[in-house]
């Protein structure tokens, strides 16, 4: 019987089944981001049609710190070297975010919910399920790997700088995914584990944005501790260096080794970061506490880091107009893009819509919650009490669209904390993002709302929002795709005046949306 | 007889709180077990213990000859699970989990899975997220059932199953029993252990207090007689293991540690009896004599 451990046996089915959940998801989730990177080698082909246009692009580059901190240095003006700047830390993030997803998905959440029980219960080894959960992540991220490294091989003319941008993709997500697989091993809740690789995952992009903006070649400090930053320094088309993508692929593998040596040395269900025992008699008084009360974590948690990217932010802008190249052209472009004052305000109005992106994937979340608490059960015993539905989704609501003012708030005083100025200008120029904030979780609403089944779609929305917020504006996209995001419709705070307009517009807009949503969830059956 | 469970003086604790303390339990190959025990008594994480899942802190277990945490993959081969709470995968169908689960127990036979999906009238083309409760419980037992497991390990397994399957599920695991498989199930429901079980084992508190055949528990509690006599009855009092006695006239009423029935017997027919009444123990005395007495230790 001393054969009996076993601790991969069942592996192949697990797979089988993780696959077999995700036949959607997946496919959908790396199409679409392989796509994405694919086809920007043709919008960037006719932007910079000559080679002066791209070099002038990369010039610009060198006195423009906001969009260095956005998407990363430029390491050459051939065509794929700049699609591997414009596409290469989004794309990253994006293959990061699905592992990490991917991995918690297949082995926290199984323990959390009690399946794992019954699936260990059969010949299934203490490592299998954390094993099956790395390799779903490994073809995920194999496949974008392949599909960049197939799709740009052509239009860019060269297949070792398209590899080299799939691997940078791909094994950023691989490094995640390590992450990620220890997180589970370390919370009790999947919730928990997402949440503390996301707050990592923020932490090595807002790294490498702090790096980035401060010099043009990515040598800082704070960009060579950030995983991203060593994506970004394995410069795909640009004379690659694969010893960086070397340390990428040696962080994920040794990331997966103190995972394998975490799991199977504990008891199923149970976490390295013991729970705390709760109160033994409670306050929550009617729905809104309770909506308080299973939201505040995340509440606090996202001030938390809204703060303190405010902060590294803040104080970095003052640096980013200083860095001006010795050659007459940089100056020249220095010049014609406000100067110091101008370039210092084009920062932080970059950053504040980078905050307005990002607490939009807060709301979002906030308000979908109601629905995870329909679609999981919990919704029903609390409505079946004296509480009307449009009360109970009210709590979820207040969270979200006063959560996210909260939030902003945060960003907004630590820019003015990092930048050394009143907090007045960088704290209104923060909630100046609030109404595009808003629609989105007045969309995730009304389709809550109206659309139960088809709730997914509000991330789709947030999802396209930020790529066109993200890589859109440098791609000179339509305008009418770019006033999609309502976004682009805000004022950019500071450095221009405050349109009214358009934010009373978008505030009604959302305020609708919320109105639909809530009449809606009145009248339709709940789900479970 | 070779033993299909030995465990002996199990110990399991989760930071301050003790779940286990000392606990023993003896299954014998082909039998039926039943393993009862107030709520938060610890059965569930004795089942956990044994199936590999939680690691024993200290004492002896052995599970069809093999180490539980050790060999755990090995001897899941030839174990099927219940458990009280089944959930699936909410875009999964139950047939797709059956099978599953059959796979990964190292095979299913598909006569027999197509036999009990008809019997529990199981709709296996429905997905997860539909099924009620008592439905997917049948999922799991639908999988359990059709699988060559040597060991079941039920627990509460038919929670949510209404009074039909419940009879079902009954006739499955004897059909199990003659079969020679060994069945370990921890329920609640008195009436499905008294039908099923050969033997049971009591826990309170994390401990086994009881353990036996049921008559041989019965042994051990007290019967209730009520008796109208010839007579005024006499000495009934002074025998030993009489409890309760309630003389009114000629009719007395008193309950007698079940071993000492005799001489109490002999005592009221010295009276001369015009009828008597006497009720053996039903398990749920038994039962509930170990939950009052943890309530009244407290």
């Not at chain 1, 795909?236 to 199977?264: D, H, K, N, S």
């Not at chain 2, 007689?225 to 005024?232: D, N």
Request: hydrophobic content about 50%; glycine content about 12%.
């Amino acid at each position: 019987m001393t054969t009996g451990a076993r601790p991969l046996a069942g592996t192949g089915a697990l797979l089988g089944l993780a696959l077999r959940r995700d036949r959607a998801m997946l496919p959908l989730w790396a199409g679409l981001l392989s796509l994405t990177v694919v086809s920007g080698a043709g919008t960037v082909g006719s932007l910079y049609a000559t080679a002066a246009e791209r070099a002038d692009l990369v010039r610009s580059l060198a006195v423009n710190g906001s969009l260095r901190a956005m998407l990363g240095p430029a390491f050459g003006d051939s065509l794929g070297a700049l699609v591997s700047w414009r596409f290469g830390v989004f794309a990253a993030l994006a293959a990061a975010a699905l592992s990490l997803i991917l991995v918690v998905r297949h082995t926290r959440e199984e323990e959390e919910s009690g399946r794992q029980e019954m699936l260990s219960s059969a010949m299934v080894g203490r490592r299998a399920p954390l094993t099956a959960a790395l390799l779903t992540a490994l073809i995920a991220n194999t496949a974008l790997t392949g599909a960049i490294t197939a799709g740009l091989a052509g239009p860019t003319g060269s297949a070792t700088g398209a590899l080299a941008l799939g691997l940078a993709v791909g094994l950023t997500g691989m490094a995640f995914a390590g992450l990620a697989a220890i997180a589970a091993q370390l919370t009790e809740s999947a919730r928990a584990a997402k949440g503390l690789t996301a707050a990592a995952l923020g932490l090595a992009y807002a790294l490498r944005a702090a790096g980035d903006s401060a010099t043009a070649d990515g040598s800082a400090v704070p960009t060579r501790l950030s995983p991203l930053g060593w994506a970004e320094q394995i410069r795909p088309y640009a004379g690659e260096r694969w010893q960086f993508a070397a340390l990428l692929a040696l962080a994920a593998l040794a990331q997966i080794a103190v995972a394998y040596a975490l799991t199977g040395r504990r008891d199923i269900g149970m976490s390295f970061l013991p729970s705390r025992p709760g109160p033994a008699a409670g306050r929550i008084a009617g729905p809104t506490g309770l909506a308080w009360r299973l939201q505040r974590g995340a509440l606090l948690g996202w001030s938390a880091a809204f703060l303190a990217g405010g902060i590294a932010f803040g104080s970095l802008a003052s640096g980013v107009a200083t860095l001006v190249g010795e050659n007459e052209s940089t100056r020249e472009i220095f010049e014609r893009m406000g100067g110091q004052s101008g370039l210092t305000d084009a920062f932080l109005a970059s950053m504040t819509g980078l905050f307005g992106l990002v607490a939009a994937v807060y709301a979002t979340s906030s308000v979908l919650r109601a629905h995870s608490e329909e679609t999981g059960g919990r919704a029903e015993p609390v409505l079946a009490g004296p509480v009307g539905r449009a009360h109970w989704a009210a709590g979820h609501l207040a969270l979200a669209l006063g959560g996210s003012a909260l939030i902003l708030a945060a960003a907004g005083l630590g820019m003015a904390l990092g930048h050394g100025t009143a907090p007045g200008p960088l704290l209104g120029a923060a909630l100046s993002q609030l109404p595009a904030v808003w629609l989105l979780g007045g969309l995730a609403m009304a389709l809550y709302g109206v659309l139960p089944r088809a709730v997914m779609a509000a991330w789709a929305a947030v999802g396209l929002t930020l790529a066109i917020g993200w890589i859109g504006p440098a791609l000179r996209l339509p305008d009418a795709l770019l006033e999609l995001s309502p976004f682009g419709r805000l004022a950019k705070l500071p450095g221009n005046p405050m349109e009214w307009r358009p934010a009373l517009l978008l505030t009604a807009l959302a305020a609708a949306l919320v109105a639909v949503g809530l009449a809606g969830l009145r009248r339709r059956d709940l789900r479970n | 007889m070779t033993k299909a469970i030995t465990v002996d003086g199990l110990h399991k604790s989760f930071g301050r709180t003790h779940a286990l303390t000392g606990l023993d339990l003896t299954v014998d190959t082909g039998e039926v077990h039943g393993f009862l025990g107030p709520n938060g008594a610890g059965k569930s994480t004795a089942v956990r213990v044994l199936l590999g899942l939680l690691r024993a802190d200290a004492g002896d277990v052995r599970l069809l000859g093999g180490d539980p945490w050790r060999d755990a993959v090995a001897l899941h081969r030839r174990i099927a699970y219940v458990p009280g709470d089944v959930t699936l995968w909410r875009n999964l169908s139950g047939g797709e989990v059956i099978d599953l689960y059959g796979r990964l127990r190292g095979g299913l036979d598909p006569g027999r899975r197509a036999e009990l999906i008809e019997r529990f009238e199981l709709d296996p083309t429905k997905k997860g997220r539909t099924y009620s409760k008592g439905n997917r419980q049948k999922v799991a037992l639908v999988a359990a059932f059709a699988s060559d497991a040597e060991l079941l390990v039920l627990d509460e397994p038919t929670s949510g199953l209404d009074p039909l399957m419940e009879g079902v599920f009954q006739s499955c695991v004897a059909q199990q029993r003659d079969r020679g498989r060994t069945v370990l199930l921890s329920s609640h429901l008195l009436s499905e252990v008294e039908t099923l079980c050969d033997r049971v084992s009591i826990i309170r508190a994390g401990r086994t207090v009881e353990t036996g055949s049921l008559a041989e528990l019965r042994h051990l509690t007290r019967t209730s007689v009520t008796a109208e006599l010839a007579g005024p009855p006499n000495g009934l009092a002074r025998l030993p293991g009489v409890h309760g006695l309630d003389i009114r006239g000629h009719q007395v009423r008193l309950q007698v540690d079940t071993d000492k029935f005799d001489a109490v017997l002999r005592a009221l027919t010295a009276s001369g009896v015009r009828s008597l009444i006497s009720t053996p123990p039903t398990l749920e005395e038994l039962f509930l004599r170990h939950y009052t007495d943890e309530a009244g230790s407290r």
